[in-house]
């Protein structure tokens, strides 16, 4: 038999979304998990608190896809509604790609792993993987958007 108590236990739940919660990912440092739910919305939530940091407010659709920059200072959302939103870590939506992007919805997005070289990857259920570049954004140390 096993020993519950060996397999950890639970410090906190984390509430707060309005409808399911579809996905969850830990920040590389560890101190932050990033939520996104079918209510439109991404929560960043303070691990250690069990509390809401962040509501990442914008998309009109459920929220599918998500990742976090290799320096967790930017994260980047798809969505139902067909967009992908690049946001600050205090929740800001820095750029939304809608015009160019997916002609359906966004099932995953990913950063690359290198910061000095920031690259996204999107792929949708309109059978097309968007490689996009980001050499024309640039943030401060703050994550405010500075020049594009």
Not at 13 to 39: C, E, P
Not at 64 to 79: E, K, R, T
Not at 81 to 99: A, P, S, V
Request: glycine share 6%.
């Amino acid at each position: 038999t096993r020993d519950d108590d060996s397999y950890g236990y639970p410090k906190h739940m984390l509430k707060g979304h309005n409808h399911f919660v579809f996905d969850v990912v830990i920040s590389s440092d560890g101190q932050f998990a990033l939520s996104l739910s079918w209510d439109h919305t991404l929560r960043l939530w303070d691990l250690n608190a069990g509390l809401t940091m962040r509501r990442f407010i914008g998309h009109t659709s459920d929220v599918l896809a998500f990742s976090f920059s290799a320096d967790n200072q930017q994260i980047i959302s798809g969505s139902r509604d067909k967009t992908i939103k690049l946001w600050n870590t205090l929740g800001e939506c820095k750029y939304d790609i809608k015009d160019d992007g997916h002609s359906e919805q966004v099932s995953c997005v990913r950063f690359s792993p290198n910061v000095m070289n920031p690259v996204i990857v999107s792929c949708g259920w309109d059978k097309v993987a968007n490689v996009r570049i980001l050499f024309c954004f640039f943030f401060s140390i703050r994550g405010s958007l500075v020049a594009f």
